[in-house]
């Protein structure tokens, strides 16, 4: 039987909360009802005792660690000094998907939670063998969560209805032309009633 963790990807205040410079995505989770789904999966997992880890972003005053000049994303990111800084309130989880018992992985480079992290060791240090992924974005974080997973030897299942990506038709692609060859994909409706 799998150890399951949930992973939450960027579910921040920068990103898709009060701070966020991505409207767009705002407006998707908001469309899918991403945020209270999530946190019914959240009370779900907590009372299922599965571990919940925050995969966060950060970027340090100075940059050091995030330099990407290879990624066009980043490079637009990083023209804005004050952006998702370390220690600000723009990199906080949304204060309602956070728990004090859950456990935050954060990370200055890059798109994966497993990259630069201590994310695995974590995992396996808690015997986890399977992982929930919800959060933002299909555009990048959540493919990129369930490709290395998947290379690290993770069952993953993303949660359909706790992700988003823009635009809407392209979301819709990944996850039935990329996610469904690396993941299961289920409803945060599914997962609660068998966690229960």
Not at 49 to 59: D, K, N, Q, W
Not at 66 to 74: D, E, G, K, L, M
Not at 133 to 160: D, K, Q, W
Request: aromatic share 4%.
């Amino acid at each position: 039987m799998d150890r399951v963790a949930v992973l939450v990807m960027e579910m921040q205040r920068g990103v898709v909360g009060d701070l966020t410079k991505f409207p767009e995505l705002v407006e998707a989770c908001a469309r899918h009802d991403v945020i209270p789904n999530t946190a019914r999966l959240l009370h779900a997992a907590r009372a299922a005792g599965l571990p919940v880890v925050h995969c966060t972003a950060a970027f340090r005053r100075d940059r050091a660690g995030s330099h990407t000049a290879n990624c066009p994303f980043i490079v637009s990111l990083l023209r804005d000094p004050a952006h998702m800084l370390d220690g600000g309130p723009a990199v906080e989880v949304l204060p309602e998907l956070w728990d004090d018992g859950d456990l935050e992985s954060r990370r200055h480079h890059g798109f994966s939670p497993f990259t630069g992290t201590s994310l695995d060791m974590t995992l396996r240090s808690l015997g986890v063998s399977a992982v929930v992924a919800a959060g933002v974005s299909l555009n990048l974080g959540i493919p990129g969560l369930a490709l290395e997973a998947v290379n690290l030897g993770y069952r993953v299942t993303v949660v359909t209805d706790a992700v988003a990506g823009i635009p809407e038709d392209y979301a819709r692609g990944v996850l039935k032309h990329t996610l469904s060859l690396l993941a299961t994909r289920t409803a945060t409706h599914d997962l609660v009633a068998g966690w229960a």
